[in-house]
């Protein structure tokens, strides 16, 4: 089935590591993006990527990092210059073909990040 | 600044239920407005409203976009405890790679 994978579902980081998540799909979607939820807000775009080794830095890119080096991949990096890290990451993927040039995004299952 | 702002924050409602959650948005270049409902981990897409007026509907759920008042509301008729999720409401704007732009969502709690 197509779809997104996010792994791991939890992640543990120790002050001043750098945790990387990952993010797979394999709908054939050109753009791919990470956002940030914290408890009781909404989602925060972190870095967005419409292909291929370009990305863009979105609200709260501060204290993350991004490639991407193929098109089903879009690994996020959580560096220790993030100095508040814990909260639930998502990963979607859409494609701008399609009636309208857009199609809603589809979202992975997430990773909650914890620090120790 | 983009702001996308839902209310209620909460609410708590019985089985049987009429609910609506409203959505009012304050962007440049508005292009879409898009409902998510929100279980435990994925949000899951529900309606993409470009256009003023029309109604959308998927079973006991419905959505409807005024672009002159900037508001959306979603509805849902006879709830389910099923209907428990957050849902969120998100904007696209025009250009700059169909990022969206989240409300803080609404929790909804449906009780038998």
């Known amino acids: 089935d197509g779809g997104i994978t996010q792994s791991p579902k939890y992640l543990f980081r120790k002050e001043g590591q750098n945790v990387t998540l990952s993010c797979e799909q394999n709908l054939n979607h050109d753009a791919m993006y990470w956002y940030r939820q914290d408890p009781g807000q909404g989602l925060r775009l972190i870095y967005y990527s419409q292909i291929v080794n370009d990305f863009q830095k979105g609200d709260i890119a501060e204290g993350y990092s991004v490639s991407r080096e193929k098109k089903e991949s879009f690994p996020l990096t959580v560096t220790s210059a993030q100095k508040n890290p814990t909260a639930f990451y998502l990963c979607a993927s859409s494609s701008d073909r399609g009636p309208g040039g857009y199609q809603p995004q589809h979202f992975g299952d997430g990773t909650r990040l914890s620090i120790l | ?112």
């Open chain 2, 1 to 112: 600044e983009d702001k996308v702002v839902q209310s209620p924050l909460s609410l708590v409602v019985h089985e049987g239920d009429t609910v609506t959650l409203n959505c009012s948005y304050e962007v440049t270049n508005f292009r879409s407005l898009l409902w998510y409902k929100q279980e435990k981990k994925a949000p899951t897409f529900l309606f993409m409203l470009t256009s003023s007026g029309i109604e959308k509907k998927s079973g006991r759920l419905s959505s409807i976009l005024d672009k002159k008042e900037l508001f959306s509301i979603l509805n849902i008729t006879a709830t389910q405890t099923g209907d428990s999720a957050v849902y969120l409401c998100a904007v696209i704007l025009t250009g700059g790679g169909n990022k969206l732009t989240f409300g803080t969502g609404t929790q909804l709690k449906v009780e038998l």
